[in-house]
């Protein structure tokens, strides 16, 4: 079972590009700081392990908003932006 994910973060300049990898390694860029995909139960405990292991807790935040199944996203684009994939929420 998966579940859709949208994550949100703010971090220090020299942890940005480990967090960015990090993200877009299980989600889809869709803004700077901003993620989002579907991730099955066991991703998305291995994604807040490894987002955990490069963060400082008492400087960084990272917001991991998450979805039940069976809840379709409602996505609303305003401006430019980079298109969304065709796969996402």
Do not use: K, W
């Not at 998450?66 to 929420?89: C, F, H, K, M, Q």
């Amino acid at each position: 079972m998966t579940v859709n994910v949208i994550v949100v973060y703010d971090t220090a300049a020299e942890r940005n590009p480990r967090i960015l990898g990090l993200c877009r390694r299980y989600l889809h860029h869709v803004q700077r700081s901003v993620f989002e995909g579907s991730l099955s139960a066991a991703q998305l405990q291995r994604f807040q392990h490894e987002v955990r292991s490069v963060i400082v807790d008492s400087y960084d935040h990272v917001l991991i908003y998450t979805l039940p199944p069976g809840v379709e996203p409602r996505r609303i684009d305003i401006g430019t932006g980079e298109p969304a994939p065709s796969n996402v929420l």
